[in-house]
């Protein structure tokens, strides 16, 4: 079973703000990463290290920590960002990495 | 452009071999950490294996420790990985994506399409 807990679904409207959690006691030593997959595609990450988005990915994306919870914030989401959402990070070892159990996100 | 192309898959017997590789391009391959992620049909991401930039810190997930074993050829730009004594639940497609540190970080910035492994009698 996997060590980062995220709630199975969300929901958030058209333009709203949404924050996804991820919860597990290795975050209280590591960062988390956080992966967007829609349905029959390849994840992508959209934000890694303390709050860091890659090349390409928009600035309505931001991550944060507190204790042992990661937050993904999405503010004001847009149609094209419904899609499953997974945190990673290394496990409680600290010699492993493990996903999160996934977050689907539906924009209304 | 950065790809990841994985290769190998396919349906074999449980208690079977196969070995799947991934050829890489569009970056210094050799100056990343690579790993394999696998996600059973309809469920989650579940990493698999990592590999640092020059081999010497290799990792596995402990339902596969043992069974599979992680290796790349820098000189090739490849990955792969040769998995033994396969099982119904290895079942899969197994993804390769890039790390952003050499060393692994845990962060993967870029993925392939994945090969599917399917272990059925």
């Known amino acids: 079973s996997s060590e980062l807990t995220q709630d199975p679904a969300v929901s958030v409207a058209l333009g709203q703000t949404v924050r996804i959690t991820c919860q597990g006691d290795?975050?209280?030593?590591?960062?988390a990463s956080w992966y967007q997959q829609k349905p029959g595609q390849a994840p992508v990450l959209v934000i890694y290290?303390?709050?860091n988005r890659p090349s390409g990915i928009p600035d309505r994306f931001s991550g944060s920590t507190s204790g042992n919870t990661a937050s993904l914030t999405i503010t004001g989401a847009q149609a094209q960002d419904e899609a499953d959402y997974y945190c990673n990070s290394r496990d409680s070892s600290g010699n492993h990495y493990v996903f999160g159990t996934g977050t689907k996100v539906t924009v209304l | 452009e950065v790809q990841l192309v994985e290769s190998g898959g396919g349906l074999v017997q449980p208690g079977r071999s196969l070995r799947l590789s991934c050829a890489a391009s569009?970056?210094?391959?050799?100056?990343?950490?690579i790993h394999w992620v696998r996600q059973a049909p309809g469920k989650g991401l579940e990493w698999v294996s990592g590999?640092?930039?020059?081999?010497?810190?290799?990792g596995y997930a402990d339902s596969v420790k043992g069974r599979f074993t992680i290796s790349r050829d820098n000189a090739k730009n490849s990955l792969y990985l040769q998995m033994t004594s396969l099982r119904a639940e290895d079942t899969a497609l197994y993804y390769c994506a890039k790390d952003i540190n050499y060393d692994s970080s845990g962060s993967f910035d870029y993925w392939g399409q994945g090969t599917l492994v399917t272990v059925s009698s």
């Open positions: 569009g970056f210094t391959f050799d100056d990343y950490a």
């Open positions: 290795s975050l209280r030593s590591y960062y």
């Open positions: 590999i640092s930039w020059n081999s010497g810190t290799i």
């Open positions: 290290g303390k709050n």
